[in-house]
């Protein structure tokens, strides 16, 4: 397949450009494609380094969780932390051979710190795997060749971008490639904040970023897909009433320029509007009716954010007036 073929997502992203006249510090949120390699779109499978442990948290995921698994399925060692999945989803964890553990789910984060405390791992590095995510040839490939250099280094780390595919096309603008996620640990040198929502990891010493992505594509429809963004939207509720008790602190105390830039994020009046005006400016309008409805996705998930605070700040309310009554 040649470069030039319109099947190749990255083709729309060539063709369709939206680089506007911007001072040189700020195109660089334009300016997000990279040279591909054949290897990008293709699950790697047995290519999939076998000393490297792999962790997918579930939650009914039988829609998703074969094609995550089976784009690692060279690693020895895949461990799936299921929460309680009412459909069929651990039959096929299982039919696929990963090893199941059941454990209740908190949120993101905590259920992240506790795998690292609790599952034995065989490996001493550690693959994250969301169960809408997929693992590219290229991507295995650089991992089987950087982890003996990785682990030579003393590196305790490892970034790789987001490729978003939202239904069936690749969205780069909308989705805000590149977007950096930690999804290689080494055991023992990261921890996860305390944090109801979006899991922030903490690398103690040195960290690297990948040169591929990895795969986004959550294959439910949106019926199935609705309770996550409610759940997501509940928790960030929580997490943004927490904040806003003490914005300043929760700045000085933020490890990093991105965590920063969330908690400001996070107490803007009107955040909803503003990040569907973001992503459509930024090049999501050009991107077909993928973008346009991810676009929409994002937008419905910041309103009920913002409705369930509305409910959390007024049951405060209420729960401070009982108390103070005689």
Avoid at 293 to 313: A, G, N, P, W
């Amino acid at each position: 397949m040649t470069e030039s073929e319109p099947s190749r997502p990255e083709w729309l992203f060539d063709t369709l450009r939206f680089e506007p006249a911007l001072p040189r510090s700020l195109k660089s949120l334009f300016q997000t494609r990279r040279i591909e390699d054949d290897g990008d779109l293709v699950p790697a499978r047995g290519e999939f380094p076998e000393n490297l442990s792999v962790v997918t948290l579930t939650l009914n995921e039988e829609a998703c969780l074969a094609q995550a698994l089976d784009s690692v399925s060279g690693s020895r060692d895949i461990v799936v932390v299921d929460a309680g999945s009412t459909d069929k989803t651990v039959a096929i964890a299982e039919s696929l051979g990963a090893r199941v553990i059941t454990h209740a789910f908190l949120s993101s984060a905590a259920q992240r710190q506790w795998v690292l405390e609790n599952v034995e791992f065989q490996n001493p590095w550690v693959w994250i795997l969301d169960a809408d995510e997929w693992v590219t040839i290229a991507l295995a490939r650089e991992l089987r060749n950087a982890l003996p250099v990785l682990t030579a280094d003393g590196t305790s780390a490892g970034w790789a971008r987001f490729r978003v595919i939202y239904q069936g096309r690749w969205i780069p603008r909308a989705s805000l490639y590149p977007t950096w996620t930690m999804r290689l640990i080494r055991l023992g040198r990261v921890r996860y904040e305390d944090r109801v929502a979006n899991a922030v990891p903490d690398a103690q010493g040195k960290t690297v970023r990948l040169r591929n992505d990895v795969i986004h594509e959550d294959l439910k429809p949106f019926a199935r897909r609705f309770p996550k963004l409610d759940r997501y939207a509940k928790l960030e509720a929580i997490e943004t009433q927490r904040v806003a008790q003490a914005p300043l602190l929760s700045i000085r105390r933020a490890s990093s320029f991105r965590r920063k830039a969330k908690i400001v994020w996070m107490v803007l009046p009107g955040r909803s509007l503003i990040r569907a005006t973001y992503l459509a400016l930024r090049g999501g309008m050009f991107e077909g009716k993928a973008g346009w409805h991810f676009i929409e996705d994002s937008y419905f998930q910041e309103r009920m954010t913002v409705r369930y605070l509305r409910e959390l700040r007024k049951s405060s309310s209420s729960n401070l007036r009982a108390k103070s009554e005689p």
